[in-house]
T-cell receptor
Framework: EAGVAQSPRYKIIEKRQSVAFWCNPISGHATLYWYQQILGQGPKLLIQFQNNGVVDDSQLPKDRFSAERLKGVDSTLKIQPAKLEDSAVYLC??????????????FGPGTRLTVL | AQSVTQLGSHVSVSEGALVLLRCNYSSSVPPYLFWYVQYPNQGLQLLLKYTSAATLVKGINGFEAEFKKSETSFHLTKPSAHMSDAAEYFCAVGWNQGGKLIFGQGTELSVKP
């Protein structure tokens, strides 16, 4: 079974530029999550999708971050414009629906963003 | 607010020694509990999970964790450390089916030969 795919793996941009990350979850997983992991910290949820609807985006900085999950499969996270404090690893995770999932989430390798 | 605390940002043990990584959560509602491991430049891999069945949970690579409701703890242990165990370990807590996980700040485990 293929895991969660993310691209690119690394990205370096100047502040005020735009950047986009892509995630393809495990086939059949209804729930998709984007986390931000700043160096030395645990991942923090940015947004959660159930199929193609947003479940939780309470910690997404909506003035500069946006995300979509068209057709309920893959997803794109965008930052426009980027700030220095956005330097982090952006992790995508997916989870199967149903009572037996117990919130177990499967993580992709992440995209490491450096903002200069 | 719900939170997860991992005591010690860095733990160092000798190869063959006991590994103990501590995790406490703040909630009166029994949660779902997880330990994830992260190797350099990789995503998080699930080590084990507690889902209200047995309080002692066994995971991969010889790790286990015990849920203690009275102490709101879910400490991770391994009887004998191996060099390959060196990594970052994260405790995570969830309260709703399909809901978000709240992660601790992580504990970096070093294993000395």
């Amino acid at each position: 079974e293929a895991g969660v795919a993310q691209s690119p793996r690394y990205k370096i941009i100047e502040k005020r530029q735009s950047v986009a990350f892509w995630c393809n979850p495990i086939s059949g997983h209804a729930t998709l999550y984007w986390y931000q992991q700043i160096l030395g910290q645990g991942p923090k949820l940015l947004i959660q999708f159930q199929n193609n609807g947003v479940v939780d985006d309470s910690q997404l900085p909506k003035d500069r971050f946006s995300a979509e999950r068209l057709k309920g499969v893959d997803s794109t996270l965008k930052i426009q414009p980027a700030k220095l404090e956005d330097s982090a690893v952006y992790l995508c995770a997916s989870s199967p629906a149903g009572a037996t999932s117990y919130n177990e989430q499967f993580f992709g390798p992440g995209t490491r963003l450096t903002v200069l | 607010a719900q939170s997860v605390t991992q005591l010690g940002s860095h733990v160092s043990v000798s190869e063959g020694a006991l590994v103990l990584l501590r995790c406490n959560y703040s909630s009166s509602v029994p949660p779902y509990l997880f330990w994830y491991v992260q190797y350099p430049n990789q995503g998080l891999q699930l080590l084990l999970k507690y889902t209200s069945a047995a309080t002692l949970v066994k995971g991969i690579n010889g790790f286990e964790a015990e849920f203690k409701k009275s102490e709101t703890s879910f400490h991770l242990t391994k009887p004998s450390a191996h060099m390959s165990d060196a990594a970052e370990y994260f405790c995570a807590v969830g309260w709703n089916q399909g809901g978000k996980l709240i992660f601790g700040q992580g504990t970096e485990l070093s294993v000395k030969p």
